[in-house]
């Protein structure tokens, strides 16, 4: 069984501060993890994904999210926030089994950036 | 560009009506994905399909939703009779098989917007 956790449902920042999305998941197994975005109106978008090579991944627009197996963790980071990140954000754990995979999402975090 | 296509992106229609939703996944993705999305819910899924073989749809009222492959350009998605609380996002979303396994990443479409009045 697996399930994800998003710690915020909302997470609110100034135009130019750090931003820091959580996200907590349980597996039996080494899962892949993954941070999707959804600006309004539209279909979800790939920002990063882990699939067990490096521990901090790099996505696009300036994020990134290390994964912690200790902590069970994959929080998604940015140093400096912008106005256009405002967006819903969706922490993704995924673990193969019988040869397919299925993904758990986690309920979102809503991104607010304030000017 | 390759992309998921779904249509119509917006339907309004009345309670008891049949309501069709349409995607067209990547081409080479085999695996397919329907999903609903409501502000109480989240993202639940509803129905996925491996070399349009259903693998899934516990999450879809039988009684009502149907989802179908007819050819492996197309998937369905039917609600027959809808009702109000069908009123959502319905979003599909494809991806890729290596070695029977897809890696995990989904390519969504925009998503159709159901309104059941």
């Known amino acids: 069984a697996q399930s994800v956790t998003q710690l915020d449902s909302h997470v609110s920042v100034s135009e130019g501060t750090p931003v820091l999305l959580r996200c907590n998941y349980s597996?039996?197994?080494?899962?892949?993890l993954f941070w999707y975005v959804q600006h309004p109106n539209k279909g979800l978008q790939l920002l990063l994904k882990y699939t067990s090579a490096a521990t901090l991944v790099k996505g696009i627009n300036g994020f990134e999210a290390e994964f912690k197996k200790s902590e069970t963790s994959f929080h998604l980071t940015k140093p400096s926030a912008h106005m256009s990140d405002a967006a819903e954000y969706f922490c993704?754990?995924?673990?193969?089994?019988?040869?397919?995979?299925?993904?758990?999402f986690g309920r979102g975090t809503s991104l607010i950036v304030h000017p | 560009d390759a992309r998921v296509t779904q249509t119509p992106r917006h339907k309004v229609t009345e309670m008891g009506q049949e309501v069709t939703m349409r995607c067209q996944p990547i081409?080479?993705?085999?695996?397919v994905f329907w999903y609903r999305q409501t502000m109480m819910q989240g993202l639940e899924l509803l129905a996925y399909?491996?070399?349009?073989?259903?693998?899934?749809d516990s999450g879809m009222p039988k009684d009502r939703f149907s989802a179908e492959m007819p050819d492996a350009t197309l998937a369905t998605l039917k609600i027959q009779p809808s009702e109000p609380r069908d009123s959502a996002v319905y979003f599909c979303?494809?991806?890729?098989?290596?070695?029977?396994?897809?890696?995990?990443?989904?390519?969504f479409g925009e998503g159709s917007r159901l309104t059941v009045l």
């Open positions: 081409l080479g993705h085999n695996t």
């Open positions: 597996s039996s197994y080494s899962p892949s």
């Open positions: 979303a494809s991806a890729p098989t290596r070695q029977g396994t897809f890696g995990g990443e989904l390519f």
């Open positions: 993704v754990v995924s673990l193969a089994s019988g040869g397919s995979y299925i993904p758990t």
């Open positions: 399909f491996r070399n349009r073989a259903p693998l899934d």
